[in-house]
């Protein structure tokens, strides 16, 4: 059913008036949208206040394994930051509209630096799992759009500009951090399919064709919310896999959450590195 642009407003105003009132005493100012397996990161934030997802009208809880349901509030590398620790996919029967409300409250707090992050499949052979990608542009396979609908002008214009969506000047940033520590991080394009099923092979040859590098289920909604309200943003892939006809293992689940816990260290001191490239801004 179609909504007026007043009806959605008011649903991302309720959201962000129940996070005033559960947390009064914080201002966040970095987000961090954590994908299947990777919420061991708001697990080091301090001085937490944790907020189920079920205590805040419109926020969707994922019943995927991996995904905790829950919004951490706290400090991170001196920052104060928002964390969500999972999210929902449109693959579950959600609308667009409902995956990308928390994000849409978020930024209507005050936040307009996200890192987001997800679980991927790799297309490139020589990209294992283990492997982190920073995404510097997405393909949307989904068939679908958050900004479809009335637009809600106070949050951005009716026809948005993605041309630099993942903002290119933290991306170089980041890239210089890593080369100069040592630190194995590639760039490359995300692409986003529906799911729930896992990728043909000949969808994954198709995707290769297209430039993509990592495949995955999420991250390119948010994106697109977020860049629609003018939110700087970094995209995190952490290869838990070789896609379909790349590898010889079937495919499943429990190899993606496996795959997440074994790279957790590295995967937090990544997202350390780029909250302190969003710290230089905020200042």
């Known amino acids: 059913m179609k909504r007026s642009s007043k009806e959605r407003q008011n649903e991302v105003q309720q959201a962000l008036s129940r996070l005033m009132e559960l947390c009064p005493d914080k201002q966040p100012v970095v987000g961090i949208v954590l994908g299947s397996g990777l919420g061991m990161v708001a697990d080091q934030i301090a001085d937490p206040t944790v907020i189920p997802y079920d205590k805040i009208p419109g926020f969707p809880r994922s019943a995927v394994k991996g995904h905790a349901g829950r919004l951490v509030v706290g400090e991170l590398q001196g920052v104060t930051v928002a964390a969500m620790q999972g999210r929902v996919h449109l693959y579950e029967g959600y609308s667009p509209d409902q995956a990308v409300l928390p994000v849409r409250a978020l930024r209507q707090w005050g936040i307009r630096h996200f890192v987001i992050t997800n679980a991927a499949g790799s297309i490139d052979a020589n990209t294992l799992p283990g492997s982190l990608v920073l995404i510097k542009d997405h393909i949307n396979m989904q068939g679908s759009n958050c900004l479809v609908g009335p637009n809600v002008e106070s949050w951005g214009p009716r026809f948005p500009d993605m041309g630099k969506i993942y903002t290119p000047a933290l991306r170089a940033e980041i890239l210089e951090w890593a080369d100069a520590n040592d630190f194995v991080l590639r760039e490359g394009i995300y692409g986003a399919m529906l799911g729930p099923g896992y990728e043909t092979p000949a969808e994954i040859q198709m995707l290769r064709k297209a430039g993509v590098s990592v495949v995955g289920m999420s991250t390119v909604q948010e994106a697109m919310a977020l860049r ?25 689940h429990d190899e993606v959450a496996k795959t997440a816990f074994e790279v957790a260290e590295k995967f937090a001191r990544l997202i350390g590195e780029i909250i302190t490239v969003f710290k230089k801004r905020l200042g």
């Open 228 to 252: 629609h309200m003018d939110t700087r943003i970094i995209g995190v892939s952490c290869v838990t896999n070789l896609a379909s006809g790349i590898g010889v293992s079937p495919l499943s």
